[in-house]
Every structure is written in C-alpha cells, then in structure tokens.
C-alpha cells in the first residue's frame, strides 16, 4: 500500500508542477526517481516533524500541493498543534501520509503503535481522514486528493496485505461502498478490517447468516446517506476498526444511530480497548490478543441475533 502511494505521487508530480513531496527520514532510495527528475519539488527532511508541517504549510499558501509522509505516530502526535494551526484553520492543500497506522509497528511496542490518530485527526476543523483497505483502493484513491480543497490524513497499513476490494467501483473522498449485500446484519468496516469482514461473514454464511458489508474508507466526511440508509435495513449493525473505539469509525456510527433515532439496530463497537497495547509481538498477534479476529465477529453478531 505504502509503495504504491508513492508512486502515485511520483506519476501525479509528472503531470502536475504544483505537486510538491517532503519526507521525514525515510529509507534511502524512497522515490528515487521524483529526487533526480523533479529536485525542485522533492524534499528529505531531518527527525523534526514540527518544522514539517511549517514547512508545508507555507509552500500550500503559494499554491503548492504538497505530500508529507513520515511514520503515523509521527505525523500526528509529535506536530498536532502545527496541524491544527497551519493546515486546518488555513485549509491548505496538504497530504499528510502517515506509516503503518494502528498496529503495524507492534514490534516497537506502545510508542510506535497509532490506535487513536483517526479520532485526533477527526477532530481538527477542514481535516480529511482517509483509511484505505489495500494497494487497489490506493491506486484509485491518490488521484482524488490532488484538488481536494483541504487538508487530508491518510493511514497506511502495512503493505502486502491482500487485495479485496474491486478494480471496478469508483473512488470518490466522502463516499462509503457497499461490498455485500444482507438482511440478517451490517458490519462496518474501514481499512484492513475490511479483510477480517469478509472472512467473518463466510463463516457466518455457513451459519445461515447473511451480513451485509459496509466499507468506510473515508471516516470524514463521512457518508452519513449511505451508512442510515443500510443501518436501518439491519437488525445487527457492527462497526470493526484498527483503532481505539473511541473516537474513531465506531464512535461516529453511534452518533448517527442517535441523533437519527434509529433504534431498531442493536449495535456494537468492535475495536481496541482504552488502553496502551501492551507487548511487542506482531500486529497479528496484536489483532488475535484484542479480538480484531472474523471468529469474534462471529461470536458476537451470534449474540445479538
């Protein structure tokens, strides 16, 4: 996933002079390329994300489309203020990429793992948060952002994971996709988690359950038509994310059920607890020890029915 945005930045930066592409201590040899074709618009900075962010925000205020990628711990915590401040009350044309969101960096344990940076991100005024489900829906989503008028985050997994969603649906920020149809319940889902969906709902298949499957690769804006539209189809509605279930893709579900007075679903967030993770094992290991897992999804949708 994280290769094929950059190279999509690369492509779109050859068509279009305004695009700009600063990183923050990347591997050497990270787009190669865009550095000896495009010098002038390509920059590698040093561990000083703050400046990052100033950095970008004044080449956006003269015209500029810039992408900044650096780890999702990074590019979230450590410049918040300066996200806020220079990108989000200018509404400036600026890409934040972020690394391995959510339990990717596992193995560096608690400092590295990003399992709130959708609800920070959220909160911030123009902001939008985009977490794509593989490299497919990368692909199609990267030429959208270019002359989206405002900021954007968007999380990247871990790369190689598999692909499910389908070359043939459009891409467009702000819409959610309907992956499945079903009448029995409606799982929710955004980025990888799609994957574990899927695999929940073929066991559920053989159960004689039929889920529906609704992906939310755009967190905000978010897809509010959509998302009631099948909500109130569903006697089950289960929201599942690599993120804390506060503040994220749950939390913003939950708001629609009440403010719409949707009562009949009954509802659950599936999602990590509010807690650091603990240990430095794999994201799957990490996914097995927080019930991120199709067999959970099973359990509990078996529960409410």
């Not at 599942?240 to 506060?246: D, G, L, M, R």
Request: hydrophobic residues 40%; aromatic residues 6%.
């Amino acid at each position: 996933m994280r290769k094929t945005c950059l190279e999509q930045i690369y492509h779109l930066a050859k068509k279009d002079k305004r695009i700009v592409f600063i990183g923050s201590d990347l591997s050497a040899g990270t787009l190669s390329d865009f550095a000896k074709e495009m010098p002038e618009r390509f920059f590698m900075e040093g561990v000083y994300e703050q400046h990052l962010i100033g950095m970008a925000a004044g080449m956006a205020k003269e015209g500029k489309i810039v992408y900044v990628n650096t780890v999702a711990s990074f590019i979230t915590r450590r410049c918040f203020e300066q996200i806020m401040l220079d990108l989000g009350l200018h509404n400036l044309k600026v890409r934040l990429i972020g690394n391995g969101g959510g339990l990717v960096y596992a193995p560096l344990g608690p400092t590295h793992t990003v399992t709130e940076d959708i609800a920070i991100m959220k909160a911030i005024p123009n902001m939008a948060v985009i977490v794509p489900a593989d490299g497919r829906e990368m692909e199609k989503l990267m030429p959208s952002t270019v002359d989206y008028p405002g900021p954007i985050y968007i999380r990247l997994a871990k790369g190689n994971d598999p692909i499910v969603t389908s070359q043939k649906s459009p891409f467009k920020i702000g819409k959610a996709v309907l992956i499945k149809k079903g009448s029995d319940a409606l799982l929710i889902t955004t980025g990888i988690t799609l994957n574990t969906a899927l695999d929940a709902a073929k066991i559920l298949k053989r159960k004689g359950i039929n889920p529906a499957i609704l992906h939310v690769p755009t967190v905000k804006p978010l897809d509010a038509l959509m998302i009631k539209k099948w909500i109130k189809r569903a006697p089950v509605v289960l929201t599942i994310e690599e993120h804390t279930i506060y503040g994220g893709l749950g939390s913003s579900i939950a708001e629609i059920i009440a403010e719409e007075n949707l009562h009949r679903p009954k509802f659950l967030r599936i999602g990590l607890p509010d807690a650091f993770p603990q240990g430095y094992g794999s994201q799957k290991t990490l996914f097995t020890k927080y019930g991120l897992t199709p067999s959970r999804i099973v359990e509990e949708v078996l529960k409410l029915l």
